[in-house]
């Protein structure tokens, strides 16, 4: 991140899953929140823009994987809610709307972010009219600086109570020991806590054509200021999870994916490659 300046990537993800409300039919992820959060000027261009959001398979792939992710976090968060949790904690929540829609009346929602990212966030929610719940609190947290748990025990965080996290378009952007300290973190919370994140496999266990893509995508994202930097494969963030404390571990790579939320869709649509993969992890 650069310092002082917020995500760029926070804007052209949150576009994605506003381009997925707009040109995918059926939706695997619904958030009726999801034009208005990116500003009227970018729903305008988005609107007039069907050709490039549907040009490439890879597009495809990644506005349905960015609309995914949301997915299953929302529904693990749902299961940890019926068994009783009530504080959410969106980390690097970028333009994410959750807390502005929740159905949960209980549930107290922790937006943790980089403090830039979230002083634009604030702005841009009031300029689009959204007013902040009462059950929000705002943690701006530079997971390279800080840790998490300092952050969150400024904020009312209770750490003698489960919580479920989010942390989704995250992870691949952390040097490896700041994403590490944020799971022992989120490990060391009371037994029924839960995360769910994505991660990068590292670009050269995958087949050429998808490393391409992945590649560019990485070279797009250095020259913006937010480059990839942590890369790991299954077998290793199983074990990772495993010493800070998960015991029900659930990795979906891509043909899980295709399997569990794409199957017998009418328009035929698999993901092709080139997006992370999920984790949801519980203590
Ligand atoms: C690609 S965006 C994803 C945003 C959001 N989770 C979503 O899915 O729409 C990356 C997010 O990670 C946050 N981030 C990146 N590096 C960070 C750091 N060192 N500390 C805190 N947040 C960070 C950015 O501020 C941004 O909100």
Same mark, same amino acid.
């Given at each position: 991140? @650069? ?19 707009? /040109? ?37 792939? &990644? ?13 693990? @968060? ?59 609190? /705002? ?24 919580? /479920? ?40 266990? @995958? ?67 080139? &997006? ?8």
């Amino acid at each position: 991140m @650069l310092v002082g300046r917020p995500s760029e990537t926070a804007q052209r993800v949150a576009e994605r899953r506003a381009a997925h409300q707009i /040109f995918d039919k059926p939706r695997i992820f619904e958030d009726p929140l999801a034009r208005t959060i990116i500003g009227a000027q970018a729903e305008t261009e988005l609107l007039g823009s069907a050709h490039k959001e549907t040009a490439s398979i890879y597009a495809t792939s &990644m506005r349905f994987f960015m609309a995914l992710r949301s997915r299953v976090a929302e529904d693990a @968060l749902a299961q940890a809610v019926a068994r009783g949790i009530k504080q959410y904690v969106v980390l690097g929540a970028g333009l994410d709307t959750f807390a502005y829609r929740s159905p949960y009346a209980d549930l107290t929602v922790y937006e943790v972010d980089f403090p830039a990212t979230q002083e634009w966030k604030r702005a841009r929610l009031a300029e689009v009219g959204l007013t902040t719940p009462h059950n929000i609190r /705002f943690v701006p947290v530079d997971f390279e600086h800080q840790t998490l748990r300092h952050g969150l025990s400024q904020a009312g965080f209770r750490t003698d109570e489960a919580a /479920f996290f989010s942390w989704l378009g995250v992870v691949p952007y952390l040097t490896r020991t700041a994403a590490m300290a944020t799971l022992a973190d989120i490990g060391r919370l009371p037994a029924g806590s839960g995360v769910v994140f994505d991660y990068t496999v590292p670009s050269h266990t @995958l087949p050429e054509a998808e490393r391409a893509v992945v590649e560019a995508l990485a070279r797009k994202l250095a020259r913006v200021g937010e480059p990839f930097q942590f890369w790991i494969i299954p077998e290793d963030l199983e074990k990772e999870l495993r010493t800070r404390g998960f015991q029900r571990i659930t990795l979906l790579d891509r043909p899980a994916m295709n399997a569990h939320y794409l199957e017998g869709r009418a328009d035929g649509f698999q993901f092709r490659g080139g &997006m992370g993969q999920l984790a949801c992890a519980w203590i």
